[in-house]
């Protein structure tokens, strides 16, 4: 099993900067790829960004492309999620989850992929 623990999240203004952390514990040397999915108030859970485990490569969705970025503490496993220029539509709960096998770049943003979820994190951004 791995546990997955989100932190981090909180209240910003628009414009504004945030980074939520997911810590990975348990059997991590079964994770191939760590994503970053949120769920706005009253829609869908959505793709934001995803990882390999080993940080090589990396994807986002066009929503957050140039404003969030991932980064990871491999001495900790721990992955960051850096958010800048904020707005209210990136208000949601962000979710951590991991994958155990390796997914193309198209299956790493479809949720059904993924094993293992952290509780979530509640990101607010007001206008």
């Known amino acids: 099993q791995v546990q997955l623990v989100e932190s981090g999240g909180g209240w910003v203004q628009a414009g504004g900067s945030l980074r939520v952390s997911c810590t990975a514990s348990g059997r991590t040397f079964n994770i191939y790829i760590m994503g970053w999915f949120r769920q706005p108030p009253g829609k869908e859970r959505e793709f934001v960004a995803a990882t390999t485990w080993s940080g090589g490569h990396t994807y986002y969705a066009d929503s957050v492309k140039g404003r969030f970025t991932i980064s990871r503490d491999n001495a900790n496993n721990t992955q960051y999620l850096q958010m800048n220029s904020l707005n209210p539509e990136d208000t949601a709960v962000y979710y951590c989850?991991?994958?155990?096998?390796?997914?193309?770049?198209?299956?790493?943003?479809?949720?059904?992929?993924?094993?293992?979820w952290g509780q979530g994190t509640q990101v607010t951004v007001s206008s």
């Open positions: 989850a991991a994958a155990r096998s390796p997914l193309s770049a198209q299956d790493m943003a479809d949720m059904s992929y993924y094993r293992y």
